[in-house]
């Protein structure tokens, strides 16, 4: 596998959606599934974590895989999508902060 490539919109939608960016790069790299994309020339890597199913937006660029979007969705019509432990809570903020300290410094 080439590099993974996080696009800005990747990164503005898992921090909108209250996605945990290490769940995005755990179905990126090692999906459940696979699915053509009908609307895009895209793949959708698909991984089930923790009763969701999460979604992201895979394109090949030569041996590179650049990632546009992700999103999640409850499995077994759980709808509470927001509710994280506080150890949960804690490392996302870490992870986020990290993220903009680091991409400042750019």
Same mark, same amino acid.
């Given at each position: 596998?080439?590099?993974?490539? =996080?696009?800005?919109? !990747?990164? &503005? ?13 755990? %179905?990126?790299? $090692?999906?459940? &599934?696979?699915?053509?994309s009908n609307s895009t020339n895209s793949n959708k890597h698909i991984k089930t974590i923790h009763g969701y199913k999460i979604v992201a937006a ?6 590179? =895989?650049?990632?546009?979007? %992700? =999103?999640?969705?409850?499995? /077994?019509?759980?709808?509470? !999508? ?5 150890? &949960?809570?804690?490392?996302? /903020? $870490?992870?986020?902060?990290? &993220?903009?300290? !680091?991409?400042?410094?750019?």
């Amino acid at each position: 596998m080439g590099k993974v490539i =996080w696009t800005n919109h !990747l990164y &503005e939608r898992i921090k909108q959606r209250g996605l945990s960016p290490s769940w995005v790069d755990t %179905a990126i790299r $090692f999906p459940d &599934e696979v699915q053509k994309s009908n609307s895009t020339n895209s793949n959708k890597h698909i991984k089930t974590i923790h009763g969701y199913k999460i979604v992201a937006a895979v394109k090949r660029q030569g041996s590179d =895989w650049v990632v546009t979007s %992700a =999103w999640w969705n409850p499995v /077994n019509g759980s709808t509470n !999508l927001n509710k994280r432990s506080f150890i &949960e809570k804690i490392i996302y /903020n $870490f992870v986020v902060s990290l &993220e903009k300290l !680091l991409t400042r410094k750019k």
